[in-house]
T-cell receptor, first 113, second 113 residues
Framework: KAGVTQTPRYLIKTRGQQVTLSCSPI?????VSWYQQTPGQGLQFLFE???????NKGNFPGRFSGRQFSNSRSEMNVSTLELGDSALYLC????????????FGPGTRLLVL | EDQVTQSPEALRLQEGESSSLNCSYT??????LFWYRQDPGKGPEFLFT???AGEEKEKERLKATLTKKESFLHITAPKPEDSATYLC??????????????FGTGTLLAVQP
C-alpha cells in the first residue's frame, strides 16, 4: 500500500509570497492532519480535515488555511509568508476514528527568505 | 494544559548498551499514546500505540510500556541503525472527534559502534 505523499518536497519563497502544499493520504484514509515542525517548537498541530470538513484547528494565525477534496487529498496554504514560517510541514493520514494511528508523509521543507 | 515532556533530550549509547527513554504526560484523560521514530529530513515513522496503563508492546529491539503518568521506550542491545529522534505524542480523551496529537520535543538517540 502506498504511503502518504507530499508535494513539493522543497520550496524556497520570499517574504510576503504565498505557498500551497499538497498531501495525498493513504488509500482509504479519510482524515488528514497537518503539523509544523521547527527546531525550537517541535511538532505543532495546524489543523485536521475529515470528509472535506475541518474538524480541529491549532493555534496558528489565519494566514494558515487548508482544505480537503472529495478524494481525501488535502492542501494547505500559507499567505503573506514570514521568515518564521520556515519549517518542515508534515501531513499525516488516518482512517478517521478516535485515537487512530496517524501515518506521516515525508514532509515539505519550506524556506522563507 | 495537556503536555508531553520527554527525557533525556539526547542520549549516546554504545552498541549493545541497553537503555530507556522517558515520556511523561499531563492530561485530563488519555485516549492514546503514540511513539514515533524520525530520521533526519524525513517524516515520523510509526512505532507503537498504547491505550491503557499496564499495556506493553514490542517490536524487535524496542519495547514500549505505559503507566498512568508516563511511558517508557526500552531499547535492548541497540545497533547503530537505531540512531534517530524518538517522539512521543498523546491523544487527549476530551476535545471532541479529532485526531489532534500533542507531541513532546523528542529524544535524540545516537548509537555508536
Amino acid at each position: 500500500k502506498a504511503g502518504v505523499t507530499q508535494t513539493p518536497r522543497y520550496l524556497i519563497k520570499t517574504r510576503g509570497q504565498q505557498v500551497t502544499l499538497s498531501c495525498s493520504p493513504i488509500s482509504g484514509h479519510r482524515s488528514v492532519s497537518w503539523y509544523q515542525q521547527t527546531p525550537g517548537q517541535g511538532l505543532q498541530f495546524l489543523f485536521e480535515y475529515f470528509s472535506e470538513t475541518q474538524r480541529n484547528k491549532g493555534n496558528f494565525p489565519g494566514r494558515f488555511s487548508g482544505r480537503q477534496f472529495s478524494n481525501s487529498r488535502s492542501e494547505m496554504n500559507v499567505s503573506t509568508l514570514e521568515l518564521g514560517d520556515s519549517a518542515l510541514y508534515l501531513c499525516a493520514s488516518s482512517r478517521g476514528g478516535n485515537a487512530e494511528t496517524q501515518y506521516f508523509g515525508p514532509g515539505t521543507r519550506l524556506l522563507v527568505l | 494544559e495537556d503536555q508531553v515532556t520527554q527525557s533525556p533530550e539526547a542520549l549516546r549509547l554504545q552498541e549493545g548498551e541497553s537503555s530507556s527513554l522517558n515520556c511523561s504526560y499531563t492530561v485530563s484523560g488519555l485516549r492514546g499514546l503514540f511513539w514515533y521514530r524520525q530520521d533526519p529530513g524525513k517524516g515520523p515513522e510509526f512505532l507503537f500505540t498504547l491505550y491503557s496503563a499496564g499495556e506493553e508492546k514490542e517490536k524487535e529491539r524496542l519495547k514500549a510500556t505505559l503507566t498512568k503518568k508516563e511511558s517508557f521506550l526500552h531499547i535492548t542491545a541497540p545497533k547503530p541503525e537505531d540512531s534517530a529522534t524518538y517522539l512521543c505524542a498523546i491523544r487527549p480523551l476530551f476535545g471532541g472527534a479529532t485526531n489532534k496529537l500533542i507531541f513532546g520535543t523528542g529524544t535524540l538517540l545516537a548509537v555508536q559502534p
